[in-house]
């Protein structure tokens, strides 16, 4: 079999929020008749500039016209050599990466008829649990709304939360004191996550003082790339520490200066599901655990996580991906479902992703290109359409 043709369409899917974020939809064509769907999810994040997609497409038409799609190794050597990675959480050129490899993947289990799940090792959990979140308080008058936000989602079985949290902290303590008030044991709050916006002694004193709150885990508590400061975080506080992987250098670095107990992998951060097998793997030599963070997908990419996610033997915490549930809308036929703040692994006798396109929502939803126009920094480090700062 061998790769014929690349096509990016990109999409621009409102969230409930009122944010409207980027996607970039890949299909890879063959002449066997068999196309792979994939992924780039999530562009909306800085830095503010956009790779020019029809210049993006003939790039990847380049690479991967003519090559059999079976051939992981030598693609995704390919791709890291045309998009390296650059030791920032938000690279684009992971983003790049991981939808080809999804694609790829896709493509080889529906030639083949089995699962991507089956193709990365075999299914080992029908569902895994997963957390909904709640963006960063910027007003005091947020955390109604976003108490609101957690009685919602509970009465739709998410009884899990991550809060991001530094930004205001009194609004921070006065949203968890209300839902312990409100909710008592009935809602989990899995982790306050910091996002590297600050500084690791600075988070420290802000977890102390949400303290008397439960949380499970830290995130992202220092900034990003200071390995030390993660560290000393760690010896501080007795809360597990938890940090995303977007290269395998940082991995290295997290492992060698003991920062961390927790990786947070997603294929998005790190360039793919093959990437991301190999972080799992390296958390597992180095006896760590490990968390399906995400950028919240839509259900393509949602459904590469649920396959990774149910081949995975060390995923001992709460995951994160709940894209499908935060968009209004999708562009598949079947979304990928949840059920008591559980995601839904893919059945065993899925072919490929088992993801298909509703053209007509792919048609709805396509932009022209992935131009910023006025979105600011604020709306996108917060994932709000708000425009006060
Ligand atoms: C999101 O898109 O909601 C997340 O990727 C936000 C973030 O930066 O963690
Ligand atoms: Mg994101």
């Known amino acids: 079999m061998k790769l014929t043709d690349v096509s990016l369409t990109v999409v621009g899917v409102p969230r409930h929020t009122g944010f409207v974020n980027k996607h970039i939809i890949v299909r890879l064509y063959t002449d066997e008749g068999v196309t792979g769907i994939g992924e780039m999810s999530d562009f909306s994040h800085l830095p503010r500039y956009a790779p020019d997609v029809k210049d993006l497409e003939k790039v990847l038409e380049q690479i991967l016209i003519g090559k059999n799609p079976f051939d992981l190794a030598l693609i995704n050597k390919e791709l890291l050599d045309n998009f390296p990675e650059a030791m920032y959480y938000y690279e684009k050129g992971s983003f790049i990466r991981n939808g080809v490899d999804n694609a790829l993947h896709d493509l080889c289990g529906k030639y083949l008829g089995v699962s991507v799940a089956e193709l990365l090792g075999g299914k080992y959990h029908d569902k895994f649990k997963v957390c909904y979140p709640i963006f960063r308080h910027r007003f005091m008058e947020e955390v109604e709304e976003n108490v609101e936000v ?177 968009y209004i809308d999708d562009v598949v036929t079947e979304k990928i479902s949840y059920q008591d703040g559980y995601l839904i692994t893919p059945p065993r006798d899925t072919a490929g992703l088992g993801i298909e396109l509703d053209e007509k929502k792919v048609e709805q939803f396509t932009l022209p290109d992935l131009s910023w126009n006025d979105v600011t920094v604020h709306q996108l480090q917060d994932r709000t359409a708000d425009t006060k700062s």
């Not at 809060?163 to 303590?173: F, I, R, S, T």
């Not at 030390?228 to 290295?252: A, M, N, T, Y």
């Open 150 to 326: 957690v009685r919602k989602r509970l009465a739709e079985g998410f009884d899990v939360f991550r809060l991001y949290a530094g930004k205001n902290v009194e609004a921070d303590a006065a949203f968890l004191a209300a839902v312990e008030k409100e909710f008592g044991s009935k809602v989990t709050i899995k982790s306050l996550d910091f996002s590297h916006l600050l500084d690791w002694k600075e988070a420290a004193r802000v977890v102390k003082r949400l303290s008397r709150y439960h949380f499970e885990l830290v995130e992202s508590p220092a900034y990003p790339n200071d390995f030390e400061g993660l560290r000393h975080f760690r010896h501080k506080i007795d809360h597990p520490v938890s940090e995303h992987v977007w290269s395998f250098r940082q991995q290295f670095e997290m492992i060698k200066q003991e920062s961390v107990d927790i990786f947070n992998v997603s294929p998005i951060f790190i360039g793919g599901l093959s990437s991301a097998k190999k972080a799992i793997a390296a958390a597992d030599v180095a006896k760590k655990s490990c968390l399906l963070g995400t950028t919240q997908e839509l259900s393509i990419g949602t459904a590469a996580m649920a396959h990774l996610g149910s081949t995975m033997t060390n995923l001992n915490y709460t995951s994160d991906p709940t894209g499908p549930e935060l």
